[in-house]
């Protein structure tokens, strides 16, 4: 089975309306070369499930400031400023989630459950309008699974059966989103021959992965932010 | 008896090397953006130490240079880093398991207030800064030990410390110890106990600017 | 006309090998302990198939010889095993998250009994059977197709295939199709509606030997 | 932080009464060594956590036949007439979970969460005497997450801080252990030299492990088992 595929393919199976998760915190792991796609297909209405929205003009962002996010289910937003604005003017509607609360959720989804309990934001705002139960006299707010039509995500390496090899810190939401969607297409770095990865060594098996798109050519987005050079 | 001033980057710079005593050889632990990360500029690595970094790192040493940064390596503020022997990688999903699950020993977090109990409100102001949640919540609940590096008052020169918190909380009763460029408080029983003095300040001066009932052991309380 | 009988070895080896039929190239796929298993000695891996093992492997091959067998190298069923190329090892908890998460496109499991709407019973009897649950509750309820490959009657010639079942269920509704060594039945809106005659069988003795009512489509049906 | 520690030592730590898991899904991955220094210690009324109970005379199937365990919380046991035996004649409390049920909810106590919402064994007698909630319209059986005093483990490489590695079907229950116990001790067939490991391909970070311990010679339980040779 082999799923390697042209980009254009793959971004096609998103529609306007549907809920689509993008891998990445930061920079390291975001699918830039297919966020550029689906922004360049047009697509609409949609609900993106996303750590962050990177930063202006970058990644996700772009998506968002071209106004084709209706809402978007994320943790923090600190980078953003333009998404901010977005959100205070009622552009975009947020839902901000505790980060670790996220992607338990997304990995929930991915693992075929419903929801799951936690005491955390037990006594904070958080814990209003959602449901609070009593476990093992432990109270909990129940947090539901979230799943996508189509999750987008970065590795270095893939083979063409879609077993993935993340990097360093661009591992991050990649892995529990690659679990959580019903399509799951995964831009890498490079394609290499079936058998050459490590059984013990794959982070993703490749069952979980539909579509496999090579990066012909790392573009600046990729490379270092200047900006966040502190030394 | 006057006594020097500090600039608020003296200041944060107080606090960060006097946090750095908190940390035991060997042990886990999770720096904040903002003070927190100074610490690492005070950290003695002979200790050991292995910092967490939430977007999935164990091991990170400090902030690098340009020419060594890797564009696949930074830590959960976004800046690039270097490594300690003996790093490893994970996805967030198990990077917050090593939070909630009790494996940190030490969070530092900043505060926007904070309360008599130990309460934290941190992570927003309704209507001015609504930036989001990010990992602070989970760090403050379930670190071992909750430790808030803070200026000791806020931009208009208002104490941080009050008896109860006006802003949405963080997390109740996380705090542990509070270091700021003044002193070093502690939470103990729903109480706050003065328990360092920097050699800055006075105990007038602490007790002016913290809005919130301090016990005050007898005798001479060390300085730092 | 009288009909040839299969022994029960012929009879499980004609069920597996019927049962390959079902799968389609590249499609991920778990085997049972039993009958299921015995679909690897007749599977095509032209079909470049991905077997599923619920210990934490995908892409199992098949059971190897003394000589090859790795010591941490099994499938779920205790067997050693080895490998086509391109396979990966994981641990229960993705391995479960695949079966859960609905990435299996097809399960094969036995059967103690089989109802009229698909509810499959095959972990327990009360009282005399009781070895645990195991991964077969997720694999018949998450599996996107499950398949049910089973002698058409139990040891003491009883049919398996009732109006209801009266063992504990291991889930509901869940079965799409039945291989057995006389038919090939299929659950459609909570029926049972015969597909295909194994050449060995009668309509008649299929219909004596199920215990449920079974739609029989008009015309000559498909030989297995 | 050199957890490089003697077995006795790290065995001491657990005692009377006390809930323990161990890791290993058949022979791949079960910590003998471990188990058998416990047996010697004498360690009494126990509740265990494993996937099954190894198979008679060997691995936990010892401690359960020297009547060390109370209670054994597991999935299947099958393979272990033995055990099964004792449990129909009430020597030991057995709850029976299904497999994914079971690494879940000792992920679900790894993660610091109260418990889990789930549609497995929704319709059968699995959910009697469970928790039933409504969440977004499905219905679930509310799990409870499992921890222990202390996880037993096995993996084939760690280094002195604790990284743990792997080897091919004897990860099974052992990474999601090293994430559920106030103790975790590891023993592994080889120590490297700290710096070794790549940090992409480390399983376990060293974060979750208390004590390695090196395990001198293979013994025989580590083998093949000619009974389960199917050619």
Redesign the interface.
Known sequence: ?NKVTNINDAISTIKDGQTIMVGG?????TPFMLIDALLQQGTRHLTLIK??ANEPHLGVSKLIEAGRVDRLI??????NTTV?AM??DKKIA?E??????L??RI???????????????I????SKHK?V?T??G?K?I?E?ALRADVAMIHA?VG?D?G?L????????????MA??A?IVIAEVESIVN??S???????T????VDHVVEIRELRDE?????H???? | MTKKRLTVSNARDKIARRAEKEIIAGQIVNLGIGIPTLILKYLDWEKRVQIHSENGILGMKSHCSRETADRNLIDAGGGYIDLVTGASFFDSSLSFSLVRGGRLDIAFLGALELSARGDLANWMIPGKYTPGIGGGMELAQKARRLIITTLHTNRKGQPKILESCTLPLTAKACVDRIITELSVIDVVDDQLKLVEIAEEATLEEIVEKTDAPLMVPDGELPRF
Chains 1, 4 share one sequence.
């Open positions: 089975m915190f930061g920079v390291p792991g750590n962050e994320t943790s923090h937003l600190g980078l901010l959100m205070n947020v901000f989630n505790p980060q670790g609360i992607v338990e990995r929930c989804g991915g693992a075929g459950l419903i929801g799951f309990i936690s005491d955390i934001g006594d904070t705002v958080l449901q139960i476990l093992n432990q909990g129940v539901s270095a083979d059966l077993n090899v993340y990097e360093k810190s661009a591992r991050n939401f990649n892995p529990a679990t959580a019903d079936t058998g990865l490590n059984p013990d060594a794959i982070h098996p490749s069952a979980f990729y490379g270092i932010l200047e966040h050079v502190f030394t």
